[in-house]
């Protein structure tokens, strides 16, 4: 089936540690964002990419790196930079080219940084 | 892409239809309006779209006023399972994928 994986769904880091959160998708999809969100709140936008070894930054953007070496994976970098990053991270993917289109959401990875 | 406003929260009577509204006044003429919704703890799930014809498939009806400056998502017969966050997102269609900004949608609960 195809679909949008992210990995892990819980993930735990120490303070002042790098932690990369893994998204890859099947659809043969060519924009894919990632988004923050924290307790009772919407999402916002971190990082896209509409193309291969091209991305955009999104509204948060600091703290965060991402690269986009391959059509089906776009990992989201939490750096030590980022001063609150505990919260849920969601990656999304859709396809360009067409008239209109729906974006596909993976699961989610919540990260907890002590 | 267009800001849009939604109101926070709404309540609904199982079995009843539920009406969500959203305002987006600033909409351009190629952006279509999408409608997204968040069970806790999950990814957002897609629901419906249109431009400027109301549209209807097997999860709600979407209405689009004339000037299109807003909009009302229809779930015809609400059930427990319909309590989410309800998002509403203007987006341009074709290559211009945009930034596909959230914002914090409505808490829709539905009660027995």
């Known amino acids: 089936d195809g679909g949008i994986t992210q990995s892990p769904k819980y993930l735990f880091r120490k303070e002042g540690q790098n932690v990369t959160l893994s998204c890859e998708q099947n659809?043969?999809?060519?924009?894919m964002y990632w988004y923050r969100q924290d307790p009772g709140q919407g999402l916002r936008l971190i990082y896209y990419s509409h193309i291969v070894n091209d991305f955009q930054k999104g509204d948060i953007a600091e703290g965060y790196s991402v690269s986009r070496e391959k059509k089906e994976s776009f990992p989201l970098t939490v750096t030590s930079a980022q001063k609150n990053p505990t919260a849920f991270y969601l990656c999304?993917?859709?396809?360009?080219?067409?008239?209109?289109?729906?974006?596909?959401f993976g699961q989610g990875t919540r990260l907890t940084v002590v | 892409d267009a800001k849009t406003t939604q109101p926070p929260s709404m309540d609904c009577a199982e079995g009843r239809a539920a009406n969500l509204p959203c305002n987006h006044s600033?909409?351009?003429?190629?952006?279509?309006v999408y409608w997204y919704r968040q069970i806790h703890s999950q990814g957002p799930q897609y629901i419906i779209h249109?431009?400027?014809n109301n549209e209807t498939n097997e999860m709600a009806s979407l209405i689009i006023t004339e000037d299109r400056k807003s909009s009302t998502l229809i779930l015809p017969h609400a059930t427990l399972r319909d309590t989410a966050v309800y998002y509403c997102?203007?987006?341009?269609?074709?290559?211009?994928?945009?930034?596909?900004?959230f914002g914090d949608g409505t808490t829709l609960t539905v009660k027995p």
């Open positions: 999304a993917s859709l396809t360009t080219g067409m008239s209109d289109t729906e974006a596909f």
């Open positions: 249109g431009l400027k």
């Open positions: 659809l043969n999809h060519d924009a």
């Open positions: 600033t909409i351009s003429g190629n952006e279509y």
């Open positions: 997102i203007v987006r341009a269609g074709r290559t211009n994928a945009g930034k596909s900004t």
